[in-house]
């Protein structure tokens, strides 16, 4: 019987394995708990739809002729067939369609926000934060920490966020040791912010971030008082 799993593990398993970050043993875990834990199930949809919409920010293009000849090599190779029980067990494999369309949706994910994005970072992003609306779980903006120096941080938005009059839109993180939230800074709805977090802790894998409603010049207590309107967790993925 499968261990249960806490919310903060569920997440993190359901998102990674999404994202495709994951390494060979905990995806082949995640995948023998798949058939008998609903919850886990539950969660991985929903971080699907989560993320599906990142895949309409690449523009599309033809694959060529070599790419699937290329796939069925790797994948169909006749030792592989064999292990699996044959063609009928691949094909009816949950776990393996599972590896196709999640791979499908983090791949083309990781292409939307690098075409869309144009990230300059020379070994790509080192950690990436999807911060989602808690309400509907809508992505609207994405954090990126270049693998070069997780110290350098670029807060991205995926549309416009609308803001009422005297108001702001504030950005703050928390590390898990931390004792309280840090303002990062005021953000400019629709516009990149980039910062430089020289004064903090090392970027680290499940560090929160978020984005509150804040009075026009900010928090006033330098803690967030008004509602979160996207939030997100670290994910390292380089």
Do not use: C
């Not at 989560?50 to 033809?62: G, H, Q, S, V």
């Not at 609207?140 to 110290?151: D, E, L, M, P, Y």
């Not at 005021?186 to 971030?209: H, N, S, Y």
């Amino acid at each position: 019987m499968n261990t249960p799993l806490n919310e903060e593990e569920l997440q993190r398993l359901a998102s990674e394995y999404v994202l495709g970050t994951l390494t060979a043993p905990e995806r082949a875990g995640v995948e023998q708990r798949l058939p008998g834990d609903a919850l886990l199930r539950g969660a991985i949809d929903a971080w699907e739809q989560r993320l599906l919409p990142l895949t309409a920010l690449a523009p599309p293009e033809d694959p060529s002729p070599q790419l699937w000849p290329r796939i069925a090599s790797t994948l169909f190779t006749p030792k592989a067939i064999e292990q699996a029980g044959g063609w009928h067990a691949w094909w009816n494999s949950l776990a393996f369609w599972r590896i196709l369309a999640g791979g499908g949706l983090a791949a083309a994910a990781a292409l939307a926000v690098t075409v869309n994005l144009q990230l300059q970072a020379p070994n790509g992003p080192g950690y990436l934060v999807v911060l989602v609306a808690p309400q509907d779980k809508a992505p609207g903006w994405i954090v990126q920490a270049s693998s070069k120096n997780s110290r350098d941080l670029s807060l991205i938005p995926l549309g416009p966020t609308a803001v009422p009059q005297q108001k702001s839109l504030q950005f703050w993180t928390k590390g898990k040791d931390w004792g309280a939230p840090v303002s990062l800074g005021l953000v400019q709805p629709g516009q990149t912010l980039k910062l430089k977090l020289d004064k903090l802790p090392p970027m680290q894998a499940e560090q929160l971030f978020e984005i509150t409603l804040e009075p026009e010049t900010g928090s006033p207590t330098g803690r967030p008082t008004g509602p979160i309107l996207y939030i997100g967790r670290a994910v390292k993925v380089m």
